[in-house]
């Protein structure tokens, strides 16, 4: 799997959008990007996931550059409860694997 | 539909004792990895099983960890004769069968051993 590179921490004032950056200078053309966030304590949560079109849900919007080599995560209205560990993970997706995850960038929202 | 179920919560065994952390995936998902998350450090994949079979143990210990997800009930991760350095978080996740990406995580035991 790519290896990614993410800034180890970044803060946002609350009802700001926050950009989370990552670069996966060595991504493979059929290795996805995923996000996940990590809560104080809790478990993992996936966030969004893309291979090279920009993927907006409910949560967050996806932006991958064209040659792919770094994506950005926009949580477009941050709030406190979206203070947490973001990690950005590149992999295949052909079969069910296990997710390698990196430092992430701890996102400090401030009110 | 109920999420990823781990139990217990907490877990506090002395040195030499064993431990058992349990997870419950998903309904309908037959993929099950436990990954570890030591005091202060990023998360780490330790096995992936499907039911009845180990398909990637690459992150296991060699010696006193085991894992199975058998035909009925939960997944079973066991750690025998427990050492301080095994004190740690313990996750599950699960995912459906493949074609679908993300891995759904459990709220995690975490295990003291004093």
């Known amino acids: 799997d790519a290896k990614t590179t993410q800034p180890p921490s970044m803060d946002c004032a609350e009802g700001r959008a926050a950009n989370l950056p990552c670069n996966h200078s060595t991504i493979s053309g059929n290795e996805y990007v995923y996000w996940y966030r990590q809560i104080h304590s809790q478990g993992p949560q996936y966030i969004i996931h893309g291979l090279k079109n920009n993927e907006t849900n409910e949560m967050a919007s996806l932006i991958i550059t064209e040659d792919r080599k770094s994506s950005t995560l926009i949580l477009p209205h941050a709030t406190l409860r979206d203070t947490a560990v973001y990690y950005c993970?590149?992999?295949?997706?052909?079969?069910?694997?296990?997710?390698?995850f990196g430092q992430g960038t701890r996102l400090t929202i401030n009110p | 539909n109920a999420g990823v179920m781990q139990n217990p919560r907490h877990l506090v065994r002395r040195r030499g004792q064993e431990a058992r952390l349990r997870c419950s995936p998903m309904?309908?998902?037959?993929?099950v990895y436990w990954y570890r998350q030591l005091p202060e450090e990023g998360l780490k994949f330790m096995v992936y099983l499907q039911k009845e079979n180990i398909i990637d143990e690459s992150g296991m210990p060699k010696e006193r960890f085991s894992a199975e997800f058998p035909k009925e009930g939960p997944s079973i991760l066991r750690i025998q004769q427990v050492v301080r350095g095994d004190s740690a978080a313990y996750f599950c996740?699960?995912?459906?069968?493949?074609?679908?990406?993300?891995?759904?995580f459990g709220p995690g035991t975490r295990l003291t051993v004093t």
């Open positions: 996740a699960s995912s459906p069968d493949p074609g679908r990406f993300e891995q759904y």
């Open positions: 309904k309908g998902h037959s993929h």
């Open positions: 993970i590149v992999r295949v997706s052909q079969g069910a694997q296990k997710l390698v």
